[in-house]
């Protein structure tokens, strides 16, 4: 039989997909217990116990300063950032890509501006950010903004071209008009698209977040990270990854769940 | 008594033409079949009709109208597919054609509930009162057909259009929608323009049947000359046969 028809029973596919997770942490465990066992102050590697007791620590005890726990402060304020930022770009992926997507002047006029503005390295123009909106939270907003809205716009502007023009005919005929067949016919078909476009672009969106705040910032997840680093405390730096990763998880499924919730019509196309 | 008229029709896609000196007269109330090969212009014709595209010359006029520039709401429109809307219910597809005249496409209040009440009535009459909360596409072709026309028709055209309605449709299904369709007809007054590739189809719906075809024909550029109506027959006449033959007049016989 073919490789290619060979398919695994259910416990072999879900040992499959625990095996690099268990790689991941075996290697690194015995990494760790390596470098530990010739030096035990060494801190690149530290002990998987380390790291929980570590976590332990930030999750609960607040700053011998403030009192405050810095952890959740950080994640509030990165939050917010990664919410405002996201949001505006979906807003205007949203209005942009219907106007680019409906009306054939308003795409003669942008489609080529955002082709164009959508090869702009975002992180390139970090610094002009800093310049003009200063090192407070508008910069590191802007920068998301600016990072993901042209690949929105872009996404959703093909979506609504992509809507069959019978069904933009057929409104027409049941005597709809432009603004009619934008909320009614093409909106609520774009928004499924909308949630999955903005699951793809948390990504970047994180990436863009966690520079803007290693460069200047005096809280949030990336700055922590960027902060310790000078300690080498790669536990903390690691608790943070974690946390991260662990937090654009949940983002991405609460998305997705969203969307089959909110949009059963659009069916397997999510 | 000429309720649609089609005046001196040419169309060309750049220098291609498509259809050429085509003239129609049809009396409201008419089925009228349209059949003819593959790329002959039978559905750019029913596109025109349409007002999808404006011919390149000549007019369209429906009950003496001044020609239309896009679509709406006079004329009605069944598509092979895409018909209907598939984020809305099927309850919803109906009511559509009330509310999509509104300025935001949305009707409140005692207009949203008695529009609501006369989709329910619309659905059970096309039999599809038991799926009305239903998405389309948990629906089958045929139902969604039925559902399409069933929306074409609450929006009360003055013509239908039907681009091969039955086309996706297994041939069981097809014979259903036939009946649908044959008693409906005899409902209403509707003029309705259908285009098929079931020569069949044609006979059995219409009252009149048009083919559309290239009377002229050059061999070495085969796309030199557009299609126009060869053949126009009163199907009802049967005892008769062919009643209408332009084939004198359109079609270039060789020397």
């Known amino acids: 039989m073919r490789l290619i028809n060979r398919k695994p029973g259910r416990p072999l596919a879900l040992f499959l997909m625990l095996v690099p997770f268990v790689a991941v942490i ?24 380390t790291i929980a007791d570590t976590a332990a620590r930030l999750f609960t005890e607040g700053d011998r300063r403030t009192g405050r726990v810095l952890l959740w402060y950080d994640t509030a304020v990165s939050l917010r950032r990664l919410g405002i930022g996201v949001g505006i770009a979906a807003l205007s992926g949203l209005v942009f890509g219907l106007l680019i997507g409906l009306l054939p002047h308003v795409r003669a006029g942008l489609a080529g501006f955002v082709a164009v503005l959508s090869m702009v390295p975002p992180l390139a123009i970090l610094p002009i950010l800093f310049i003009v909106f200063g090192l407070g939270e508008t910069s590191k907003i802007v920068l998301i903004v600016i990072g993901i809205t042209p690949f929105l716009i872009r996404d959703l502007s093909q979506r609504v071209i992509d809507i069959p ?3 933009i005919v057929k409104a027409e005929t049941l005597g709809a008009s432009s603004l009619v067949i934008a909320l009614r016919v093409a909106l609520p078909q774009i928004m499924p698209r909308l949630i999955q476009a903005v699951r793809l672009s948390l990504g970047p969106a994180w990436l863009f977040l966690i520079a803007a705040e290693a460069i200047a910032s005096d809280l949030g997840l990336g700055y922590r990270i960027f902060l310790v ?17 662990l937090l654009a998880f949940l983002i991405d499924l609460v998305l997705r769940w969203l969307s089959r919730r909110l949009y059963p019509w659009a069916g397997a196309g999510l | 008594m000429s309720f649609v008229t089609v005046r001196n029709i040419f169309q060309s896609y750049g220098t291609r033409p498509i259809l050429e000196r085509v003239n129609l007269d049809v009396a409201e109330g008419t089925f009228v079949s349209i059949v003819g090969a593959s790329g002959c212009g039978k559905s750019t014709f029913l596109r025109l009709l349409l007002a999808e595209e404006r011919p390149t010359r000549g007019e369209i006029r429906i009950d003496g109208a001044p020609p239309a520039l896009e679509p709406g709401r006079e004329r009605g429109v069944v598509f092979q597919r895409y018909s209907v809307f598939p984020h809305m219910t099927v309850l919803d597809n109906i009511v559509a054609a009330d509310a999509f005249t509104r300025r935001f496409g949305l009707l409140f209040g005692a207009e ?12 059970d009459r096309i039999g599809l009162g038991h799926m009305a909360e239903a998405y389309p596409a948990a629906l089958s072709g045929g139902m969604q057909q039925r559902l399409a026309i069933g929306q074409a028709l609450t929006a009360r055209p003055r013509i ?3 681009d091969e309605p039955f086309g996706a449709l297994d041939p069981g299904t097809r014979l259903a929608m036939h009946d649908f369709l044959l008693e409906l007809k005899a409902g209403t007054n509707m003029t309705v323009f259908m ?3 079931d020569i069949e189809e044609g006979f059995k719906l219409g009252d009149r049947l048009i083919v559309f075809d290239k009377p002229r024909w050059d061999p070495t550029d085969p796309n030199a000359y557009g299609a126009t109506i060869t053949y126009d027959l009163d199907t009802r006449r049967r005892d008769e046969g062919i009643q209408t033959l332009l084939e004198e007049t359109n079609v270039h016989r060789p020397a």
């Open chain 1, 229 to 245: 680093r000078r300690y080498l405390a790669m536990d903390v730096i690691l608790t943070y990854v974690l946390w991260i990763t």
């Open chain 1, 26 to 49: 075996v290697a690194y465990m015995v990494g760790s217990d390596m470098r530990l066992s010739v030096n035990p102050a060494d801190k690149l590697l530290p002990a998987p116990s």
């Open chain 2, 112 to 123: 949203r509930r008695a529009a609501r009440a006369r989709a329910a009535e619309t659905l």
């Open chain 1, 165 to 167: 023009r019978e069904q």
């Open chain 2, 195 to 197: 285009v098929t590739h």
């Open chain 2, 160 to 162: 239908l259009l039907l």
